[in-house]
């Protein structure tokens, strides 16, 4: 009985492989293809530690089935994407994303596997805050400070720490620097500059969940001349 038990609990919380390049992370709507099962289980692995931020963090659960693809090429300039409205998102193996990696990007220094994980992190953010209120046309200032602070976030103890040192978050950063001229022209110092501003807030958490839920604007109306 006891065999039973732990084979029973074995199943509930290890991923479940569907075929021979797909795989479904446990207890989720989330299923991942990856022509290596080693990124498969990175994937779920990052899925599961994300769930877990989701929920202390305010971040919204992810709602529907969601299809993640491990590829080996995107469009010039992206390591992942979230394709909103279809459910799925495409992020590069490892290796490829490491070969790309900028040498003074700060995430430069993480491991290929820790920068893969947390861009799946990150992609999966997307995927949670694709209803984000915004009284603008677009809101895309807090959706990548949400979708950069959860990559950071998600990193392990020692990472954060060296990532944060590289951001200058004992530099007070205002909220007018996170501006979409800087996200668009600029995107890692934008991400240095949301960990930096998300890390002096009294309750970073709380803070998150304000943005969640329109409580805090980081966007502003836009014209065109």
Same mark, same amino acid.
């Given at each position: 009985?006891?065999?039973?038990?732990?084979? +029973?609990?074995?199943?509930?919380?290890?991923?479940?492989?569907?075929?021979? @390049?797909? $795989?479904?992370?446990? #207890?989720?709507?989330?299923?991942?293809?990856?022509?290596?099962?080693?990124?498969?289980?990175?994937?779920?692995?990052?899925?599961?530690?994300? !769930?877990?931020?989701?929920?202390?963090?305010?971040?919204?659960?992810?709602?529907?089935?969601?299809?993640?693809?491990?590829?080996?090429?995107?469009? +010039?300039?992206?390591? /992942?994407?979230?394709?909103?409205?279809? /459910?799925?998102?495409?992020?590069? &193996?490892?290796?490829? $994303?490491? #070969?790309?990696?900028?040498?003074?990007?700060?995430?430069?220094?993480?491991?290929?596997? #820790?920068?893969? %994980?947390?861009?799946?992190?990150?992609?999966?953010?997307?995927?949670?805050?694709?209803? !984000?209120?915004?009284?603008?046309?677009?809101?895309?200032?807090?959706?990548?400070?949400?979708?950069?602070?959860?990559?950071? $976030?998600?990193? +392990?103890? @020692?990472?954060?720490?060296?990532?944060? +040192? &590289?951001?200058?978050?004992?530099?007070?950063?205002?909220? @007018?620097?996170?501006?979409?001229?800087?996200?668009? $022209? #600029?995107?890692?110092?934008?991400?240095?500059?949301?960990? /930096?501003?998300?890390?002096?807030?009294? @309750?970073?958490?709380?803070? !998150?969940? %304000?943005?969640?839920? /329109?409580?805090?604007?980081?966007?502003? &109306?836009?014209?065109?001349?």
């Amino acid at each position: 009985m006891r065999r039973t038990l732990l084979s +029973a609990f074995a199943a509930a919380v290890l991923p479940v492989l569907v075929s021979a @390049d797909t $795989m479904l992370c446990a #207890a989720t709507d989330i299923t991942v293809e990856a022509s290596d099962p080693t990124h498969a289980r990175l994937t779920c692995d990052a899925v599961e530690r994300a !769930l877990i931020q989701f929920e202390n963090c305010n971040i919204p659960p992810l709602e529907g089935p969601l299809y993640i693809e491990i590829v080996d090429r995107l469009e +010039a300039g992206c390591v /992942g994407q979230y394709h909103c409205g279809k /459910g799925s998102i495409k992020v590069l &193996e490892p290796s490829v $994303m490491g #070969a790309l990696h900028a040498p003074d990007s700060p995430f430069a220094f993480l491991p290929n596997e #820790a920068y893969f %994980q947390s861009i799946v992190v990150h992609e999966l953010t997307h995927a949670a805050i694709a209803d !984000l209120p915004c009284p603008f046309e677009t809101c895309v200032v807090a959706q990548e400070y949400l979708a950069y602070t959860m990559q950071v $976030m998600s990193l +392990a103890p @020692d990472f954060q720490a060296a990532y944060s +040192a &590289e951001a200058g978050v004992d530099t007070h950063i205002s909220r @007018d620097e996170l501006s979409i001229a800087i996200l668009f $022209m #600029a995107p890692q110092i934008f991400a240095q500059k949301a960990w /930096g501003h998300l890390s002096q807030r009294e @309750d970073p958490c709380a803070y !998150l969940g %304000q943005i969640v839920d /329109g409580t805090v604007l980081l966007d502003r &109306e836009r014209f065109d001349f």
